[in-house]
């Protein structure tokens, strides 16, 4: 089958690799479309350490094509998401309930084969069925927003919070639109560029800015969200944390990044930072979202190219132009 | 009647004063002991700008020798110990249900006349009558274990944590104390002092250092707590909490400190920081919990004065010798 | 003043009243309109035992024509909502941060003069200035909307949990509007009317039936919400709550009303029955959300009467026609 | 091999088995203590509905004494407490972090060869190491204490809660224990037999009694907690909840027990009803703090029979003689 394959450190190429073969309780499943992202990326650099060579793409939906010899709930035919988290279900972390933590950390598209390819395995229990009015190329949408929804799972924010995202790339705009579905009373986002602010604004959030100082709230805000990985809105974020309020490190930053916090802020105001790793619990509830229509792709998706150009579609994400982008085998 | 005055920054006398007169709802407390505690020192040094002249004191018990017009709750010879806290009830945050963040933050012996003093007003409400068993005295520790308690219930620790303090102060064996009673798996004590140490161990901790990384616990712990006010002890324990794991910031630095954190760990391994200020619905629990026993007054007040000598008293406090002192009227 | 006045059991007219004047930390409120609901009925038949007679109303909103001598956050002419809400912020169960549960539970419109009226009194902390978009009228449904917000505060859901609501009056239809905005990824509505579905079906909730096992969910919902206060409702929906999910019951029923648990399967599944009580840190968040449209006043106010047709309006309530019912003095 | 087995509806004998033989990732383990509880008494009467004849027993300890081909993590005489739970981790309620409730429950003594034998197998995953100081036989007392340990998970009461628990056979004993160690203000036991009352006063509980009435405290307990199964006590607790409080179901009854609750209480006092299902996230932690000495096996195990005697031992389990019984085989 045809697969993009990243090689080596800084090398990605699609070329043809052999058809993969379901373990006993797997599927195959026919990729309809992959998506790119930061993780894809740190592959590329030879960050995530996985052994190289592997075909990325942890973001997909298809079509089981072939049943593994012990699976009995899918069908040939079903269109499925497939969470590609690989728990281990041993370690500490898992056996404590916290498998995003899993000391054995594995995922399709990074340990194992991904979605940039024509087929990919996964385990029947990642694959979540789609119901019939949800497009199969768009349900590739679901995994991050089975992130999103585990960053709301960690805030446990009540109804009518302020709310202040940092970044209003495609996970930014996820947070947004699932913070209007935990009942914020008000949503603004913060991003260096005003064309991605646009698209906020179009989905309905309170305000945006540029820098977060424009917005003019002295008080601060309930739940401060870093959805960009980037150290100076981390820093300016955790300053503008209300009293009694909480800040949400969901975006990745590099190892290498540090910033400063005020312990006596920490105490005398009782404010809580904490972060949000990827997808615990939350995929078949992600799914559940996306088929009430929560993100709506056309917004969300900005560019769909084909497999064969998936160097390209790397290199456009890496340049942080569009939102998210697909790869169509 | 007599009364330790807080003039002027850095002055502090022991004089005459006027005697205190309850309001409809107050009573007037005979103070049995007075605790002396960090906010005093900071009072002193101008800090927490109330109106100078105060008579200092928030940590007291006594016996009820007056009654405000309308208070029926209570009667004369009743033993009791105060709650120092004064929320207005009207603010934001009060309305919220987050009192020790009260907008109007006041409190008896900061904003108003305290217990370092033969007598001191306090409203009936915030009098917890002691049981026959509890020492009238004792009962001046019942303020700092509620900042305990609330320390215990910003945490909401899960039963068999690991848990490691800074400070092996007052405070730190008091979180030490509730640890235990919280059900921590082992908690481990860091503090300069070896001679501190030895009070720890004789309360039961699982081990003690003066430096955490002799504590070789790689992993971390689920819990630290910091309870020293210290940034250096502060920057060391955020580097050592377990992956899942929460660093509580007990001790009161001053406004100045800075620490740095890594937002990749934050995200990576959902580390939580968080902060526990002062006494949140905690003080009646925290006598309740000082009846049965869990501190013990004769290894936590380590000095009785008399009154008259509250400034020496004030002054061994500030040069860190000793546990807590208390002035007896 | 014109004002509704119960005297008596089973006696209510409008009459004149002395104008009131207000505490130093009050204001007078000429009252824009007052909501009835099932608290009147109660008070009308003797029941929540307060000192008759009693000027009902505890839903109403106005504009702020006099204030108390300590009052200055807020000014003549402001448009506020009134917390009917008097704590005594000296019982156990104030100072344990659960003041719905006050011992000496006191309301406006319950023990003292309420909202039925051209003016009342209110502390001036429980005023919500309304913002300008807000109709002075309509705000009298900030209450109800604060009593459904406790009701979420309570069950803490979860993003994309399943729903079903017994009870499609105003109540349960608030429960519809932040059960949307509290993430459910489907709520399903049941009541005996099939009039009153068509409002719920209007407001956008996944399904209606007049009896629950139209539905057909075997696996039953994570959260089944009564509101209706009929026992049963209540039965039937007990078991209809999913493993390891919630039931609240928010409906009052009469104190003699009995249903039966089973708890093998409290155990065995791990079901948990809770209950949500009026107003508890909810009615400022409940003002920032109406002022977010969450509540179309169109649907949810059926009836607005003259103040001088209240024991009218009351009787209608009463009959159950109709949703909410205000008076306009 | 000596195996007990339960062969048919009533029918218990000790006899030759087959030797068990390890999957890739289990070990077999020489069972030194094999405890009984009431699961053991179900089977027996066709309940739980396994495949008989099955070898009952899911409270054991002992030695590894052969590893599967994949582990690592053991070694040969290695001595382990087993958790006995085997979750599918492909379920809906599995993939929801709640694999207790797992839609294809399984357990090791329930649904495969148990520890009532001389050997068993276990997933490697399965066994926690034993400190030194831990005897191998007292650790199969683990296995119980995780149920309790997931009873105070599901409770996650605050410091200085009042507890009434009804029961002081072995778990009731158990949930005085960890309530002890969950910073209870008090907890009080009741049991019909003043024997086991006895235990608990050993134990160090508040007050004791043969009926609740007894404890006169007319506001009731902040928690209450089954430990008998019995629908009476269930009954009596009920009505025992103080506002605010919770009734944990922890006991299992008959599927036909039935008890009565008021839906006005429920509402107006915000009672809430749970229950406590086995163990989940709670094996590792349970070890951990058995390993503190919590629970003192001399207490706690009654009777230790050599397994040639298990039918012998059931029936008097089932008469309600001793506290824990073990077979040693
Ligand atoms: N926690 C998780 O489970 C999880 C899951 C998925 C992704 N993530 C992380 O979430 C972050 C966002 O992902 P994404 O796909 O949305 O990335 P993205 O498309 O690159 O969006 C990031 C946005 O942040 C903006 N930004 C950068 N620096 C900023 C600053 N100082 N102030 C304000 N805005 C700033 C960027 O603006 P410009 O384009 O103008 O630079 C961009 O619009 C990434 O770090 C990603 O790795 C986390
Ligand atoms: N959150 C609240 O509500 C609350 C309430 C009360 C008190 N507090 C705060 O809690 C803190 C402790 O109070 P306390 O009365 O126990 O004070 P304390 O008696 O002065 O104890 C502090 C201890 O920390 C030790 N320490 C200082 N730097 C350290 C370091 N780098 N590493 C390890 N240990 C170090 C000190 O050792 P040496 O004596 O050798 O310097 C001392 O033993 C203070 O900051 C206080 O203001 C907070
Ligand atoms: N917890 C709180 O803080 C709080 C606050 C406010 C109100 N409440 C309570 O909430 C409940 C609802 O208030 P509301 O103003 O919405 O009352 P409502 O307008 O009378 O609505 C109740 C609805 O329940 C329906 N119903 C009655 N029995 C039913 C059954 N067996 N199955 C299905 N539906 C049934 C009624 O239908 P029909 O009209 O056809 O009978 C009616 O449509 C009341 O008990 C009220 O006292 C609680
Ligand atoms: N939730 C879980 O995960 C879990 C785990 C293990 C066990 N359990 C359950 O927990 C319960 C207790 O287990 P156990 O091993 O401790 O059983 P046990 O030894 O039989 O103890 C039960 C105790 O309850 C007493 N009792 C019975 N009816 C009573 C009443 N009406 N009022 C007061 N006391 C009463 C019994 O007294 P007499 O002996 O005088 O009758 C006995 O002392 C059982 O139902 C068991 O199945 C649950
Ligand atoms: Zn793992
Ligand atoms: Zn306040
Ligand atoms: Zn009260
Ligand atoms: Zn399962």
Chains 1, 2, 3, 4 share one sequence.
Not at 5 to 10: K, R, W, Y
Request: net charge negative; glycine share 10%.
């Amino acid at each position: 089958m045809r697969a993009a394959v990243i090689s080596g450190v800084g090398q990605v190429e699609v070329g043809t690799v052999a058809d993969p073969t379901p373990g006993r309780r797997d599927v195959v499943v026919r990729v309809s479309a992959c998506g790119l992202c930061g993780t894809d990326l740190h592959i590329l650099q030879g960050e995530f350490a996985p052994t190289l060579p592997v075909v990325p793409g942890h973001e997909f939906a298809g079509e089981v094509v072939e049943l593994g010899a012990d699976v009995t709930e899918l069908a040939v035919g079903d269109r499925v998401a497939v969470d590609p988290s690989l728990y281990c279900f041993e370690c500490r972390q898992c056996r404590n309930g916290r498998n995003n933590l899993c000391e054995r950390w594995a995922a399709i598209g990074v340990t194992t084969s991904g979605g940039a390819a024509e087929y990919a395995v996964a385990p029947a229990a990642n694959c979540v069925r789609l119901p019939e009015h949800v497009r199969t190329e768009d349900a590739a949408l679901i995994e991050p927003l089975s992130c999103a929804v585990r960053g709301y799972d960690v805030l446990r924010a009540r109804l009518a919070s302020s709310v202040l995202i940092y970044g209003s790339g495609t996970m930014g705009l996820m947070m947004l639109q699932l913070g209007k579905l935990t009942g914020a009373a008000s949503i603004d986002v913060v991003d260096l560029s005003a064309a991605r602010l646009a698209t906020a604004e179009k989905l309905g959030c309170s305000a945006t800015a540029t820098a977060a100082e424009e917005l003019d709230r002295p008080g601060g805000w309930d739940v401060v969200v870093d959805a960009t990985g980037n150290a100076n809105a981390i820093q300016d974020g955790l300053g503008r944390v209300a009293k009694g309020g909480t800040f949400l490190q969901f975006g990745v930053t590099d190892y290498a990044a540090r910033v400063t916090i005020e312990p006596y802020r920490i105490y005398n105001e009782e404010i809580t930072i904490t972060g949000s790793m990827a997808v615990l619990h939350s995929f078949e509830r992600a799914a559940a979202l996306f088929a009430t229509g929560v993100v709506d792709p056309e917004v969300f998706i900005s560019d769909r190219l084909p497999l064969d150009r998936y160097a390209e579609a790397l290199d456009q994400f890496g340049r942080g132009q569009g939102r998210k982008i697909q790869v169509l085998p």
